[in-house]
T-cell receptor, first 112, second 113 residues
Framework: EPEVTQTPSHQVTQMGQEVILRCVPI?????FYWYRQILGQKVEFLVS????????KSEIFDDQFSVERPDGSNFTLKIRSTKLEDSAMYFC??????????FGPGTRLLVL | GDSVTQMEGPVTLSEEAFLTINCTYT??????LFWYVQYPGEGLQLLLK?????DKGSNKGFEATYRKETTSFHLEKGSVQVSDSAVYFC????????????FGSGTRLQVQP
């Protein structure tokens, strides 16, 4: 069964450093998403992406964040200058018709 | 804005016990409702969904009914197994025209043999 994959599974970085989280969505899907879950808190929406542009974003997704689909398979989330409060599990998801979302296993980011 | 409230966990049950995890929501319009499950070390998996009032979603012995009058979507299973141990998330989509999912805080279920 096709699945969404994410790399790395864990990332540790120093405050102020840039990180790039990578995702490979399911191949025929057209809608892509990033969500995050701070430890012990809710899963929060960050951004959705369709037709090579952002279609929706939350208040969390400020200028420090960016997304890109650099080729036909990868979907990346970049955090330019990480803060301690960016420590969270980041989930990528994809969808064929923006209805059913399929999630990846997540990347656990720890900012020190 | 849209919001989802779930009962806090952990919920600890013995095998074959009856499970209920409460979920209520606040949304304008007519949202779709979902239950996602996260097994240890894995991503969120769609468990079941309902798209309109009185719909019942079901999968793997789990059921939830979309109750508009009580704005609820409680998850139930008649007889849980150890393999059901996971975190369960209630979510809604589209209450205010947004396509993004709004999640509850998750409820951890532990089933003991």
């Amino acid at each position: 069964e096709p699945e969404v994959t994410q790399t790395p599974s864990h990332q540790v970085t120093q405050m102020g450093q840039e990180v790039i989280l990578r995702c490979v969505p399911i191949s025929n899907h057209l809608y892509f998403y990033w969500y995050r879950q701070i430890l012990g808190q809710k899963v929060e929406f960050l951004v959705s992406f369709y037709n090579n542009e952002i279609s929706e974003k939350s208040e969390i997704f400020d200028d420090q964040f960016s997304v890109e689909r650099p080729d036909g398979s990868n979907f990346t989330l970049k955090i330019r200058s990480t803060k301690l409060e960016d420590s969270a599990m980041y989930f990528c998801a994809s969808s064929e018709r923006a209805d059913l979302l399929y999630f990846g296993p997540g990347t656990r980011l720890l900012v020190l | 804005g849209d919001s989802v409230t779930q009962m806090e966990g952990p919920v600890t049950l013995s095998e074959e016990a009856f499970l209920t995890i409460n979920c209520t929501y606040t949304a304008t319009g007519y949202p779709s409702l979902f239950w996602y499950v996260q097994y240890p070390g894995e991503g969120l998996q769609l468990l079941l969904k309902a798209t309109k009032a009185d719909d019942k979603g079901s999968n793997k012995g789990f059921e939830a009914t979309y109750r508009k009058e009580t704005t609820s979507f409680h998850l139930e299973k008649g007889s849980v197994q150890v393999s059901d141990s996971a975190v369960y998330f209630c979510a809604l989509q589209g209450g205010t025209g947004r396509r993004a999912l709004t999640f509850g805080s998750g409820t951890r279920l532990q089933v003991q043999p």
